[in-house]
């Protein structure tokens, strides 16, 4: 392997790093989104719950269910963006 050939390598190896380094942040950047998100919801979910104490009104599952769900949604991207994280750590191993 020629001086030259070394270089393009280097130069492909790093350019690779560097992409790698770009999409783990930005899968980064969605986990906080998506975290950022759940404690929106739960925030909602305790307001909820809140006025429903205030007003002596009943509490059940109902009354949480859609915020609950939309915080499970949430819990499932996360998961998903983080296994898409550590194929890329893994790919750049």
């Known amino acids: 392997m020629g001086l030259m050939d070394k270089i393009k390598e280097s130069a492909k190896n790093t350019d690779e790093k560097a992409g790698d380094y770009i999409d783990k942040s930005k899968i980064d950047s969605k986990i906080r989104d998506e975290q950022r998100a759940i404690e929106k919801l739960t925030a909602e979910l305790g307001a909820k719950a809140l006025g429903a104490l205030k007003n002596s009104e009943e509490i059940n599952a ?3 269910k859609e ?4 915080i499970l ?7 998903s963006f983080e ?4 194929a890329i750590v893994a790919k750049s191993a």
């Open 73 to 79: 949604a949430c819990e499932d991207r996360i998961k």
């Open 62 to 64: 109902d009354l949480f």
């Open 83 to 86: 296994e898409e994280k550590a």
């Open 67 to 70: 915020i609950y769900e939309k």
